[in-house]
């Protein structure tokens, strides 16, 4: 079973940015989509960005458009989500994900702390 790995949670002040970071833990790998969810406590992981594996194609949830980038490196198996001008309400664990074919978000990682002090 392929597992995810995520990096790069800490504690930022807003307007800040950080960088997180997942990687796969097999090299042959190869998703249809990867993605980016986040919850907080009480409530449900909720979607926020997408990138479509060997397409590039992004999508992302309205409220971090503009703000938050995703990127993959398809030799490394990795994927990104760089987040700029954090706001309070941006704090949450994130989750990286991957979905088959099928559209089923089948792969989690184990999250990671994002905390946007105000």
């Known amino acids: 079973q392929v597992q995810l790995v995520e990096s790069g949670g800490g504690l930022v002040q807003a307007g800040g940015s950080l960088r997180l970071s997942c990687a796969a833990s097999e090299r042959t790998f190869s998703p249809y989509f990867m993605g980016w969810f986040r919850q907080t406590p009480g409530r449900e992981r909720a979607f926020v960005a997408s990138i479509h594996w060997s397409a590039a194609t992004t999508y992302y949830t309205d409220a971090v458009k503009g703000r938050f980038a995703i990127s993959r490196d398809t030799a490394k198996n990795t994927v990104s989500l760089q987040m700029d001008s954090l706001k309070p309400e941006d704090t949450a664990v994130y989750y990286c994900?991957?979905?088959?074919?099928?559209?089923?978000?089948?792969?989690w990682g184990q999250g990671t702390q994002v905390t946007v002090s105000s």
């Open positions: 994900a991957a979905a088959r074919s099928n559209g089923q978000w089948a792969i």
